[in-house]
């Protein structure tokens, strides 16, 4: 168990439909970061929150924003979906930003667009 | 950022070790090498990382090459359980990049029993 807790495990829905993936990190992690693993990408990299404030930003669509809460859960809201859309997104956290500390990931959304 | 290199697959017998190389040539002195796995239907997972000496925790073993050019993730005893797909990743603790993980394809490890 990792310590990072995503909700839910399962999305289906339709195109053009808006969704909400939330994210928990582990206690005491300050950075909250998004990926997205689809078969044809591999795992990418989407968004990075610090403490409250948009650290970093990857390949992420515009139709995609993200926000991390006083709490320090995050939340990544999709929009407008399309069938490309299907993948498996994973939250990750980590204490800071520091780049020689490990990720830790959760076990990630599946969403589903019909 | 820096590239690396890894076999598409490899394929170990259970109990048996299990040597997974990484080649990563155009690295910096300011690289950390991370390596993460990914079990079937789960995150990646955390293994191990080092700068230039040689690393060992309670999952695996980092060897890298005195060059710093390629590294060598060790699992001591292959179990069913370590069937996933290991990532090597260059990490750049100096500098303007941001702190992200960029996954290659990885190799993906087979364990027969």
């Known amino acids: 168990d990792s310590g990072v807790t995503q909700t839910p495990k399962h999305l289906i829905t339709a195109t053009g439909q808006r969704v909400t993936l939330r994210c928990s990190p582990r206690?005491?992690?300050?950075?909250v970061y998004w990926y997205q693993q689809s078969l044809d990408q591999g795992l990418q990299f989407l968004i990075q929150?610090?403490?409250?404030?948009?650290?970093a930003k990857g390949n992420i669509l515009e139709r995609f924003s993200a926000q991390q809460f006083p709490d320090l859960h995050s939340e990544l809201n999709l929009s407008s979906l399309e069938l490309g859309d299907s993948a498996l997104y994973f939250c990750?956290?980590?204490?800071?930003?520091?780049?020689?500390?490990?990720?830790?990931f959760g076990d990630g959304t599946r969403l589903s667009i019909l | 950022d820096a590239k690396t290199t890894q076999p598409n697959s490899m394929e170990s017998n259970e109990e048996e070790p299990v040597h997974l190389p990484c080649n990563h040539s155009t690295i910096s002195g300011t690289d950390y090498i991370h390596w993460y796995r990914q079990l079937p239907s789960q995150g990646p997972e955390y293994v191990i990382h080092?700068?230039?000496s040689n690393v060992n925790n309670r999952m695996a073993s980092l060897a890298i090459a005195e060059d710093r050019k390629s590294s060598t993730l060790i699992l001591h005893r292959a179990t069913l359980r370590d069937a996933a797909v290991y990532y090597c990743?260059?990490?750049?603790?100096?500098?303007?990049?941001?702190?992200?993980?960029?996954f290659g394809t990885g190799t993906l490890l087979a364990v027969q029993p």
């Open positions: 206690s005491g992690d300050l950075s």
């Open positions: 080092g700068l230039t």
């Open positions: 990743i260059l990490r750049d603790v100096i500098g303007g990049a941001t702190n992200k993980l960029i």
């Open positions: 990750a956290s980590s204490p800071g930003d520091s780049r020689d500390r490990p990720q830790h």
């Open positions: 929150y610090y403490n409250g404030e948009e650290r």
